[in-house]
């Protein structure tokens, strides 16, 4: 028997050649603490657990909209591949950086994937909307700060 739930599923990549070295890009992008630093939509964040950053680091993002979703670092491979997932309201968001060297600059991909049930699809499809765009300024901007 099935629930008859709507569900809402968007993926997206974002691709952006920085200007600065892989190793520095990805110690900069995979540290949750220097989010604000880069990351335009963020006020500050709360980490929920101490130390250095690593597999299942949480921390809470204060958005300038007010949103709290907590995240979580999934996935680590230095100077590769880093995974976090977040929650907020019933949204769960999948994002992951790939990072590759060109030349003396580095490739990130970034990629995503917004799930919504039924009642907080138009939160899913406003992040949907909004997201690419601005992980692209974003990452933009963590190459400026790099270079």
Known sequence: MTSGLLIMEYRFCVTAKLAASLSD???LLSDPRR???WQSSLRRVIMLDPGTPR???????????GAQPELEITEWETDRRWTEVGRWHGVTVVGT?????????CTVNATATITAPGWRIP?????????PRGIRHDL????????
């Open 25 to 27: 890009v990805f110690v």
């Open 97 to 105: 950086l790939t990072f590759s060297p060109v030349d003396q600059c």
């Open 123 to 131: 939160i899913g499809w406003g992040a949907a909307l909004l997201a």
């Open 55 to 65: 597999i299942g680091t949480r921390w809470r993002d204060v958005t300038v909209i």
């Open 140 to 147: 933009h901007r963590a190459g400026r700060l790099l270079g």
């Open 35 to 37: 989010r604000p630093e």
